[in-house]
């Protein structure tokens, strides 16, 4: 079992919708949360980090952590076709170094 | 946040040959990460680079494969040594900056192709 499950997708949504990608993990020593974008061709940016559980708003973009169901995730209002990229979810223990990725989910955001 | 340059940013080699990969932060870091993404797969680490010490390596790779250089806290190379088809894929570099709550920073990457 890996340590971090993402659907690849690839998910396609019209302009304008709510987006939600989400990761599941089995590591209960993770206790940073990364969420990653990634366009073609690119290096990965970091678009959202939180600690532990709970939620942290940044214009459109949510991120949600439940470290009681190991579940996160990043939701994206009002979706644009510039969002269409790769997001690749990552964690981190709290003493580590070592980012664990998810494989990424491919959103496309079409007009 | 730090601006990383790494180069090249895309090769095509021949079996067998090897490549050296560079990464330039414009500021000074303590940490640089060596990443490998296959096609279609996560981000894997390959190495954790250190300055002044040898590189610690993860399970699955090793120096003689993948010689690692951190002669500073701004520079590191990573070398694809005896390449081979499989080895095929795009390499990355990171750099930590605590300053920014644990935000790790990626270069664009190398997109290697072994022929």
């Known amino acids: 079992q890996k340590e971090v499950e993402q659907d690849p997708g690839p998910l396609s949504v019209p302009e304008g919708a709510i987006v939600s990608l989400n990761c599941t993990y089995s590591?209960?020593?993770?206790?940073?949360f990364m969420w990653y974008r990634q366009y073609s061709r690119k290096g990965p940016e970091l678009l959202m980090y939180?600690?532990?559980?709970g939620n942290k708003e940044d214009g459109r973009f949510t991120a949600q952590v439940d470290k009681s169901s190991k579940y996160i995730s990043l939701f994206i209002r009002d979706s644009q076709p510039s969002d269409s990229a790769t997001y690749l979810c990552?964690?981190?223990?709290?003493?580590?170094?070592?980012?664990?990725f998810g494989t990424g989910t491919q959103l496309k955001v079409e007009l | 946040s730090a601006v990383i340059s790494q180069k090249p940013s895309r090769d095509i080699c021949q079996r067998g040959t090897s490549l050296t990969i560079q990464c330039q932060v414009d500021?000074?870091?303590?940490?640089m990460f060596w990443y490998r993404q296959q096609p279609g797969q996560s981000l894997t680490l390959i190495a954790t680079?250190?300055?002044?010490?040898?590189?610690?390596?993860e399970s699955g790779f090793v120096i003689d494969k993948f010689p690692i250089s951190r002669p500073n806290l701004t520079f590191s190379t990573l070398t694809v040594s005896n390449m081979s088809p499989e080895d095929s894929s795009i390499y990355l570099c990171?750099?930590?900056?605590?300053?920014?709550?644990?935000?790790?920073?990626f270069g664009s990457g190398t997109r290697l192709t072994v022929v």
């Open positions: 990171s750099v930590e900056f605590r300053e920014t709550n644990y935000g790790y920073t």
């Open positions: 590591n209960s020593a993770f206790q940073y």
């Open positions: 939180t600690y532990s559980s």
């Open positions: 990552a964690m981190l223990t709290g003493g580590g170094n070592k980012l664990t």
């Open positions: 500021s000074q870091v303590t940490m």
């Open positions: 680079a250190n300055q002044g010490s040898e590189a610690t390596y």
